[in-house]
């Protein structure tokens, strides 16, 4: 049996992606009030001629996602992996725990209650290093993500963006390196806060050193289950396609300061018209595979990213057939041959 709990209701990602189904029942009005609004966010920069600028910044405030995103992440990733080395070792292997995501498929584990049995201590070891472990394939997402907006990219000085979508964004990219280590994130925290007061304590002298084996920082991720490296497989095929997709993108533009848009061609756009949109919900289809499948967290995150992107695709391939008269009729907006 389902159970969610009334406060888990109120979460900004499971109220985001259920956004779409709310807005289908509201009266006229209020539907036509909600699409304006979600249209700006899902446009990306594509602003209309007739949208006042002063609720837009310029698009290329990305950039300000990646650096919050990229700062949380590795603080959550280094206080992680010390609290990790220091208090989760030895791993050794745990083919149960791999069977995380398959039984929660099945029903086999409720996913959504929070009135679960305590770990046992080996259990909760593999908890900490999964969770060190989608950490590490965010980080590895958003630093890629920070390398395009700089190098990729090439904004046009007249391309902005709804400033709705900009909060929307800056909340996202807090909220998703926070979703993924939650699990552990509290207690890592406690360790850290522990570990410096006792160095204002006693002072660097009467610490002990610190040793650091590098073998038995890296060996623990060797004992993870079959259900982590499925999903890092997964999470790395979306995440070159997605490159792929980004560079073709950037590349569009050759007069860096010319405003004109072309139709991409290449890779998944032979598919859809947001491959790159695609692409993101297999990398987080991937992490959430990866992390056993046991967080409602990371349930919730992977929802609000394919409702807003599946939204987004829609108003995106709208918008190239209203701008391109020859535009290819083959082309679904993000689920190829299917919509």
Not at 104 to 123: C, H, N, R, V, W
Not at 313 to 329: I, L, M
Request: net charge positive; proline share 5%.
């Amino acid at each position: 049996m389902i159970k969610i709990g009334f406060t888990a209701l109120l979460r900004p990602a499971w109220v985001a992606a259920t956004v779409p189904i709310l807005v289908a029942s509201l009266p006229i009005r209020p539907v036509g009030f909600l699409h304006r609004m979600l249209m700006r966010f899902a446009a990306r920069g594509k602003i209309m001629k007739n949208t006042s600028s002063r609720f837009t910044v310029p698009q290329r405030y990305f950039l300000h996602f990646y650096l919050v995103a990229l700062a949380l992440t590795t603080f959550l990733v280094l206080s992680t992996w010390f609290y990790a080395y220091r208090k989760m070792l030895p791993l050794t292997s745990n083919w149960f725990s791999s069977l995380t995501v398959a039984s929660g498929l099945i029903g086999g584990s409720d996913i959504f209650s929070f009135q679960k049995a305590p770990f046992t201590t080996m259990e909760h070891k593999h908890k900490v290093w999964r969770t060190l472990f989608v950490l590490l394939l965010m980080e590895v997402q958003v630093l890629r993500r920070l390398y395009e907006t700089i190098y990729v990219f090439h904004y046009s000085p007249s391309a902005r963006m709804h400033f709705l979508g900009y909060l929307t964004g800056l909340f996202f990219y807090i909220m998703a390196p926070l979703s993924l280590g939650v699990a552990c994130a509290p207690e890592a925290l406690s360790y850290l806060h522990g570990q410096i007061v006792e160095f204002i304590v006693k002072g660097r002298e009467r610490m002990p050193d610190l040793h650091i084996d590098w073998l038995e920082l890296l060996k623990p991720f060797i004992y993870l289950g079959w259900s982590q490296w499925m999903g890092a497989l997964i999470f790395f095929w979306g995440w070159l396609h997605q490159h792929r997709c980004h560079e073709i993108l950037g590349s569009l533009r050759e007069n860096k300061g010319k405003d004109e848009y072309v139709i991409p061609h290449g890779d998944w756009f032979a598919y859809v018209s947001c491959p790159h949109y695609l692409a993101e919900i297999i990398i987080y289809f991937g992490i959430l595979v990866a992390s056993g499948g046991s967080d409602l967290t990371i349930w919730l995150l992977f929802m609000f990213v394919v409702s807003n992107l599946v939204f987004a695709a829609a108003e995106t391939h709208r918008w190239y057939h209203q701008k391109f008269e020859k535009y290819p009729k083959t082309r679904r907006a993000i689920i190829p041959f299917i919509y």
